[in-house]
């Protein structure tokens, strides 16, 4: 039982680039969410997923775009990366509402 | 729409004493009231959570209380020790969200 399993742990990106963060969970949670951190500060909701085929958006979506095609994986893109993108990415998920987050242990991205 | 309002913003206390953190909350149907640590570099993690039912929830050296006439709550340390040092985030939710509403964070220092 892995919990949620975030990959990759870190990356480096060019202004520009795309790229894919993955969300795993093996609890059978029916929600899951995509916040970012930036250094300091608190959690930001990115987009979210109330179950599978599912998505919605959050405090800060523009720039990114999520998908949830099977209900263990929910997946964060970036089309076109920006140095303001620059930030620690967690995932978390949840069975229900009125239940506490698991979170991921993030993903470090760096945009130059 | 829901707002939670955290403080202090930075507390500072001598090992050994208690440590006091309160948020607010906006919404009068919130039911529900997590806590999260957060250690440096790492993803936040559920320490206590209490809900509308309950006035008040203990856990070893950590308690929370909640007072929904004021709607605040409070997250009670006791015995602080070294590795209690960490960013405290309280939230809230009410049934009709599928997100929590966090507050900015607390970072508790214990000085030795």
Known sequence: ?112 | GENVEQHPSTLSVQEGDSAVIKCTYSDSASNYFPWYKQELGKRPQLIIDIRSNVGEKKDQRIAVTLNKTAKHFSLHITETQPEDSAVYFCAASAWSNYQLIWGAGTKLIIKP
């Open chain 1, 1 to 112: 039982n892995a919990g949620v399993t975030q990959t990759p742990k870190f990356r480096v990106l060019k202004t520009g680039q795309s790229m894919t963060l993955l969300c795993a969970q093996d609890m059978n949670h029916e929600y899951m969410y995509w916040y970012r951190q930036d250094p300091g500060m608190g959690l930001r909701l990115i987009h979210y997923s109330v179950g599978e085929g599912t998505t919605a958006k959050g405090e800060v979506p523009d720039g990114y775009n999520v998908s949830r095609l099977k209900k263990q994986n929910f997946l964060l893109g970036l089309e076109s990366a920006a140095p303001s993108q620059t930030s620690v990415y967690f995932c978390a998920s949840r069975p229900d509402r009125g239940i506490g987050y698991t979170f991921g242990s993030g993903t470090r991205l760096t945009v130059v």
